[in-house]
């Protein structure tokens, strides 16, 4: 009787294991930017400017990133540690749609999806491009577009959700380039907006940073790296991302009357 009590207890370990196994492959977020003790390669070039509409320069998103990861609200995936969500292998390259990123000390969980480009492929270091961290980088398995789609944060406060993304494309030394890149950016008010890049034909030489912030009271649905000329594979590397609590507008409060009452009850505080 007691043998088969250690017999159960031990399948149950083994079973708990097993269905944690993949799924517990996860990104940790850094709170640093482009670091260069590890990596000298960095950012070349900053797309954006604080100047326009729901844009940041380097210089600003570095500063937010690093007080947004010590509070808890985001973080960097340096492609560095850690694995994709349940990936297949294609050749001798993990595969997947999906990653997730564990930040605020391991209490919280961001699911980041491609859901309709090609599966994302690595962490790993490919030809003819370098990483601005550590060694790897995020990269396709298929000449197409990066997605990048935000799900729930397992573990987030009530309302928090991504406001705030930066991120690098990587310049290739390869035929296809120079090309035109444009990174695109979908709010919670179906607003999207458009940032257009050159990129040119050089291996770490024309790196290049976008920072988005969402408007007040919105948040960052998706973000797609739409690359011109669709045979170029580029990599992505320092993926990072900022959340904030929204806080739904009173003319909104009907549909969700209970949970708005306690948020304005919090608001007057
Ligand atoms: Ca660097
Ligand atoms: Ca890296
Ligand atoms: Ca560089």
Known sequence: MKFNTIQMIMAMVAAALLSAGPTQAAFTAVGVYDENSVQTNAVDTVATSDANPNQLSLSTFTTQIAAAYAAGFGGVVNFDSGTLTDPNTSGTYPVSDTFDVSYAGGAKSLRVTDIESGDYTGPGSFSERTAISGSQFLA????????FDFGAITGGAPGEAVTAVGLTVLSRANASFPQDVTVLVRFTNDVVISIPSNIASSNGGDDTFFGIVAPEGESIVRVVVNISNNTAYTGVDDFAFITSIIVPEP??????VAGCAILLRRRRV
Not at 140 to 147: A, E
Not at 251 to 256: F, K, N, R, W
């Open 140 to 147: 396709q398995i298929s000449s197409s577009d990066f997605w």
């Open 251 to 256: 003319g909104t409060c009907s549909l969700l």
